[in-house]
């Protein structure tokens, strides 16, 4: 940790994006809903109001800059701790230099990096000294924080979404440092617009990737005319490779793709459903995965609607496994288009968890004496299926008025079908049954 925040010189070979860290709020590209004019954390800052916070968003969008700045825009001593090293002890020792400059008048922002990977007990460990002001908390996290953070963190300290930047911001970003002599000003770099504009497009709201990505390029760069160097859609191409989504494999952009998806499907909203799959896949998602989840919206949305949703899926989980990448996407984008297509119902869904509801609420009732098996003499004797009525021996195959459930449950009813698709034939013939059941009653 240095006691200079922004040193004059930079050292050799730092990345460009270090380099270009901004000084000051007002170079600060992005999070205008946070530090916009009238916004809360701006006026916060100007009325030199500190406070403990979250800071959570996706890589590259500022988090760390942001925490600096407000160390310097508010004069407080900027200190670090990184969760992925850090301890119990370290926690206590930041909290005991905080104290010494606190005697001396100065006030301290304790910066933590990637705070999600605190276990419970380091992160009860900030809470007295929290408390008690001894430093300005500021954590860092990719993860929600509902789901990582502790209850009594979460309550001691405000939770600040970062966004990813938009192409407009990210482009800022990308001609400051084109511009900039503290970055590749120095080199006469030609940028032709339409590259910068796909750079910014490729890094996807990731403002440090931007700048990498830049930076490779002006090292791959071809002469150009005028005698410099200059950056070709042919290079950045080459730089970019196969893919550059963004996809945090079991974060929160993960869930929230795969949500984006399945909501679609609810929606029956095909094109949209198919754009989510098609995103997932370019960021590196297992297509497996997909296939998987795939089948779980065919039960889950559609059901008895229309069954073939199910087995289509299926089948499409089964060509991806068979035939691999490509080949294997375009039956699990079929399987996709069909199920969004196909008519909605959650009735057996519903009637699911319905059903395990009831059983884990209630107790253990005994299956009744004429549903038991009578495989033995001695079964027979206590009367076991005495008087089981066969439903095939019955007119229209139907044992009208039977009870099949325990007596406690008798005329429960989970099963709903709605009235789309097959469900509403369904919905008809059990109509129907129930009619036989009160005739024989």
Known sequence: ?????????????????????????????????????????????????????????????????????????????????????????????????????????????????????????????????????????????????????????????????LKPLEPAELRRVIDRALASEAGLGAQSLEVPDEVRDLLARAADGDARRALNLLEIAADLAEPSEQGGARISEAVLDEVLGESTRRLDRGGDLFYDQISALHKSVRGSAPDAALYWFCRMLEGG????????????????????????????????????????SPEGELAVAQAILYIACAPKSNAAYKAYNAARAQVAATPGYEVPIHLRNAPTQLMKSLGHGREYRYAHDEPDAYAAGEVYFPPELEGTRYYEPVDRGLEAKIRQKLAWLAELDRDRG
């Open 1 to 161: 940790m240095s006691e200079d925040l922004f040193a004059a010189a930079a050292p050799p070979g730092q990345p460009l994006a270090a380099r270009l860290r901004p000084v000051s709020l007002d170079d600060y590209v992005g999070q205008s809903h946070l530090l916009g004019e009238g916004k809360p954390l701006r006026q916060a800052l100007a009325r030199d109001q500190l406070y403990s916070m979250i800071l959570w968003g996706p890589p590259g969008v500022g988090k760390t800059t942001l925490a600096r700045l407000i160390a310097a825009h508010t004069k407080a001593h900027f200190a670090t701790l990184s969760a992925v090293s850090a301890g119990v002890k370290d926690i206590r020792a930041a909290a005991e230099q905080a104290q010494m400059r606190a005697s001396n008048g100065t006030r301290t922002l304790l910066f933590v990096d990637e705070v999600h990977r605190f276990n419970k007990a380091q992160q009860d460990a900030f809470l007295p000294w929290v408390e008690e002001g001894v430093f300005i908390f500021v954590g860092a996290t990719t993860e929600n924080p509902s789901f990582e953070l502790n209850n009594a963190l979460l309550s001691r300290a405000r939770v600040h979404v």
């Open 285 to 324: 998602m297992d297509p497996l995965y997909i296939a998987r989840r795939v089948v779980r919206m065919a039960s889950e949305e559609i059901g008895n609607a229309d069954p073939r949703a199910l087995t289509l899926a299926l089948e499409g989980w089964q060509v991806q496994e068979r035939l691999g």
